[in-house]
């Protein structure tokens, strides 16, 4: 199997080399890497260039966001399979040999099991769901290694180290950039389960992840994007009948998005400052919907599976 990686990255080039360096041990080395330089301020450039002459440099002039900062490289990549990462993974040694042998024709996404670098012994991921309230989760968030159970099945994988075969980019399209970041991943994921896709978990494959280091102290910045794509996430790709099953568990859901954004932004800036990004927030929604909602006339249309084999994907849904 032929293996690309995509990489993208601002700033942080020691979180980038640790990344770099683990995957030049790998057991089975990847055919191609691509690094995606989104307009670093720092040496990012410099030093690539100087310590890692071998890899694929893409360089782009302005920051733009991981969800375009990702396609740069998705669109690059020649391999069959690639994996998209991020700059702040480092991978155990025969991560690509494990995350491979879980690959076939019948899974094209495949989510490894990724956990806390400063905490080994603590999951950060094993996979993504969707729950009925359409927030996406990383199954086993927070959870002790030893006791937790690994999951049978999952919805989707991350954006942040999934392996996808490149048939999935060329039948549903790559990461959605009007997201900017956050749930971009979860997009995509509905998109192709929506459209046939199939993933599962390799939990022998083993990251090790710093978590958010790319945002620092912009937490009040991350809720507000996780409240706008949120509801972006549901116009475009709920099934209409879902939308309504689900009504009160998406609109708690919506109000708690509402909440965390409000909360964030108050601790950093106060209430009344917090207030005006809450409502711009909304506000900016609007400018989203008309796109949205053409992008959801072609995903449904070009719906594979029925919508109670979809319902019965959703993390909370009644199973029959």
């Known amino acids: 199997m032929k293996l690309s990686i995509v990489i993208p990255t601002w700033n942080h080039y020691d979180l980038l080399s640790a990344c770099l360096e683990s995957l030049k041990a790998q057991s089975q ?15 990012t450039v410099e030093r690539i260039t100087e310590e890692h002459p071998d890899i694929t440099l893409i360089m ?4 733009g966001g991981f969800a375009k900062a990702a396609n740069l490289g998705l669109k690059a990549a020649q391999s069959e ?15 690509l040999a494990q995350l ?11 989510a490894p099991l990724v956990l806390w670098r400063d905490d080994p012994e603590t999951i950060y991921s094993a996979g993504d769901r969707l729950c009925i309230n ?8 927070r959870e002790v290694r030893d006791t937790f159970t690994l999951p049978d099945s999952i919805f989707g994988v991350s ?20 997201f900017i970041a956050y749930f971009e991943d979860a997009d995509l994921a509905m998109r192709a389960r929506l459209a046939g896709f199939k993933a599962c978990h390799a939990p022998e494959a083993i990251a090790y992840h710093v978590g958010s280091a790319s945002i620092a102290d912009r937490t009040w910045w991350r809720s507000a994007q996780c409240y706008r794509n949120h509801t972006l996430l549901l116009v475009k790709n709920m099934p209409g009948s879902l939308l309504f099953k689900h009504f009160f ?3 708690l859901e919506q109000f708690h998005q509402m909440k965390q954004c409000f909360s964030a932004a108050r601790c950093e800036f106060g209430a009344l ?25 072609q995903i449904q249309r070009h719906r594979a599976i029925t919508v109670a084999e979809f319902d019965a994907l959703l993390h909370g849904a009644r199973k029959r």
């Open 29 to 43: 080395p990847a055919d191609e890497i691509i690094v995606v330089n989104d307009a670093s301020t720092d040496d």
């Open 273 to 297: 400052r917090a207030s005006g990004i809450t409502l711009k927030v909304f506000g900016s929604l609007f400018l989203t919907l008309i796109p949205a909602w053409v992008a959801r006339l």
């Open 81 to 95: 399979w690639v994996l998209l990462l991020n700059n702040d993974m480092t991978l155990a040694p025969d991560f």
């Open 100 to 110: 491979l042998a879980v690959a076939s024709e019948d899974v094209q996404m495949v």
């Open 249 to 251: 568990a998406i609109k």
């Open 159 to 178: 954006g942040g180290s999934g392996l996808f075969h490149r048939t999935v980019f060329e039948r549903v399209g790559y990461l959605d950039e009007s």
């Open 60 to 63: 782009r002039e302005r920051n």
């Open 134 to 141: 359409g927030r996406p989760e990383a199954i086993g968030f």
